[in-house]
């Protein structure tokens, strides 16, 4: 190839570059169904919802269901461990944030915030920090105790002592009737 | 690759496969001629024994492939899976299949406490200084790759132990949730490792893909880490160059033979702990079908993780943690421009080596924090306070004593040769 170095670009520069970017535009489309595929698959996504009777739990009693493949704590609150949940002040909280999603993003994590009634905490099982289920009944703030790094939850789920970042998580739920929650 | 090739085909088909292919005399030059350092000693035959691990766990796994069923689907009583059921299966009912399994199971065991020798013996011999910056890392690629390896297998039989070590360890990557907002990264990666929205029969599907790969890619590292070593030959327990041919034995049959020898009492170990106590470095909790909804009261890695457990554990904050423990490898890479020394083996440096047993000494104590309860003490001192000493100290042998103490240490004299220095200078060849 004659080399002639001019400054300017030539028209078989454009061809190159052009062609570089269709194939390099190509090989990403191609890429990435090898990529998506892992994510997923549409049978994995249609999960229902599921419906819980309340009836049979016991004053004080922490129960877990099992939702979307994931623990679900439902736990009926005694009005001693009610009064304690309300008289945290949020400020003393590791994590201000609800994380409750029948919320706006940023409701403070308020015990009411973390509720639809009182009694009824409706409550993820999976620890924030690297998914472990807590232990009920355990911990020094009377809610959970996570054994895999030790964090610690209060009877609001929320948590007290780290390494878990946040509060558990309240999924979207409602109640059809006083005895009856429909979650998901 | 060292030298002119000695290789002289001596048959007519020899000669003719030479001018085409000529893989007799790449043979030839790498395992039989190959310069060695005559002074090797017994912590140099774990490179042959590493290789001897990989091997067994390959043709163990083809076969224990055959068997297993990687499907989290239900299995034969409730709670169980059809993954379980089949390592029962291959456990009670397959010809040999508890042998099979149990070699596999605790190879794995084996494979790394043969590498951990293997990386203290590079580290105190100062193997990674140049030229051999590349050789080891390929080491700590392998390492890595290993790690994750060993803990795709340990997913697969679809115990308690299962289930939870692949929750606690894909969640590592959600905590990069904390610096990219609301964009959620971290649980986005999580949820495409688990195809899923928490581990389940997908995960178990891919884990066991990768599973039979990966070791196939750990072969093919092998081969660059050896290829590697070969460029400038092996380092060796005085740490000082190869002069000459004075300095050196083909590699076979001085080397084959004194390998050979160190595989065979390394297989009598592995022989010890398959027939005599095959569950002994085994969790019983994995004996229980994976569950979803119980976490057992002590999750704990395989002995060969605990330091790096207790490492994640001592830190109180999530991405923290997580960072300390995926540096704590990372940071392996950087040694041979960490170590400032121009004395690579530890025999010639005296506060080093000091430093280095303590090193030792830390990596053993790290383990044995994550071994124990999340609020475990030892005679008053809780052990989370123990393991955050023993971090800091982890961290700071590498970044901070090694780079300092190569500068303020006086080595002790270093011999003038290999030959001299084992054969005494009065019966040292002529140089
Ligand atoms: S997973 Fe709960 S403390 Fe780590």
Redesign the pocket.
């Known amino acids: 190839m004659a080399t002639t170095t001019t400054a300017e670009p030539t028209r078989r520069d454009f061809l190159y570059i052009a062609t570089g970017s269709v194939a390099a535009v190509g090989a990403a489309a191609a890429l990435w169904p090898l990529i998506d595929q892992m994510n997923p698959s549409s049978a994995v996504l249609a999960l229902a919802s599921i419906e819980i009777d309340l009836t049979p739990i016991q004053v004080g009693q922490s129960v877990t269901f099992k939702f979307r493949g994931h623990p679900l704590f439902v736990r009926r609150r005694s009005p001693a461990e009610i009064a304690t949940a309300k008289a945290v002040p949020v400020s003393e909280l590791i994590d201000p944030i609800a994380r409750n999603l029948n919320l706006p993003d940023d409701a403070p994590a308020t015990d009411a915030n973390r509720e639809t009634h009182p009694e009824w905490l409706v409550v993820s099982g999976v620890?924030?920090?690297?998914?472990?289920t807590?232990t009920a009944y355990e911990g020094d703030f009377g809610g959970w105790l996570?054994?895999?790094?030790?964090?610690q939850y209060d009877v609001a789920g929320r948590v007290r002592k780290g390494?878990?970042p946040q509060n558990l998580e309240i999924p979207v739920y409602s109640f059809l009737s006083p005895t009856r929650v429909k979650v998901g | 690759m060292s030298g002119p090739s000695t290789y002289v085909p001596e048959t007519g088909f020899t000669r003719w496969l030479d001018q085409r292919l000529p893989i007799l005399r790449f043979s030839h030059d790498t395992m039989l001629t190959f310069p060695t350092p005559r002074n090797l000693n017994f912590w140099y035959a774990f490179g042959a024994i590493l290789t001897f691990c990989l091997g067994v766990q390959i043709v163990t796994g083809i076969v224990l492939a055959m068997h297993f069923d990687p499907s989290a689907t239900v299995g034969a009583v409730p709670g169980s899976s059809a993954a379980f059921d089949s390592v029962e299966s291959i456990m009670r009912d397959v010809n040999y299949g508890w042998l099979l399994r149990y070699v596999h199971a605790n190879g794995a065991s084996m494979f790394f406490l043969a590498v951990y020798v293997h990386m203290f013996r590079g580290l105190y011999y100062g193997s990674y200084k140049a030229p051999r910056e590349i050789l080891w890392i390929l080491g700590v690629i392998i390492y890595l790759l290993m790690v994750m390896t060993a803990f795709m297998g340990y997913v697969l039989p679809w115990g308690q132990m299962s289930f939870w070590a692949a929750t606690?360890i894909t969640?590592l990557f959600s905590s990069l949730d904390q610096v990219t907002g609301g964009l959620k990264v971290g649980s986005h990666i999580a949820t495409w490792l688990w195809g899923d929205f928490a581990v389940g029969g997908p995960t178990l599907n891919r884990f066991f893909s990768l599973h039979y790969l990966l070791p196939f890619i750990i072969a093919a590292v092998v081969g660059l880490h050896i290829w590697a070593l070969h460029v400038p030959g092996n380092n060796n327990p005085l740490g000082i160059d190869v002069k000459g041919p004075q300095d050196t034995v083909p590699f076979h049959p001085y080397y084959t033979a004194k390998d050979a020898f160190y595989v065979g009492l390394f297989a009598i170990l592995f022989a010890v702990l398959v027939f005599f106590a095959p569950d002994f470095v085994g969790n019983p909790d994995n004996y229980i079908p994976a569950n979803p909804l119980v976490t057992p009261a002590d999750i704990v890695p395989e002995w060969y993780l605990l330091p790096f457990y207790a490492m994640l554990r001592s830190i109180p904050q999530k991405l923290i943690g997580v960072l300390v423990l995926g540096g704590a490898i990372v940071t392996l890479a950087f040694i041979p421009w960490l170590d400032t020394s121009k004395v690579r083996s530890n025999r010639f440096r005296p506060l080093m080596k000091q430093f280095f047993w303590l090193f030792v000494l830390d990596c053993l104590v790290l383990g044995y924090c994550g071994s124990q309860g999340v609020d475990a003490a030892v005679v008053g001192i809780p052990l989370v306070w123990v393991a955050r000493l023993g971090t800091a100290y982890y961290y700071g042998f590498f970044w901070v004593l090694m780079p300092l103490i190569g500068l303020i240490e006086t080595p002790r004299p270093l011999p003038d040769s290999i030959a001299k220095s084992v054969l005494g200078a009065a019966h040292a060849p002529a140089e």
């Open positions: 620890c924030t920090h690297l998914g472990c807590p996570c054994h895999c790094h030790g964090s390494p878990a | 606690v969640n």
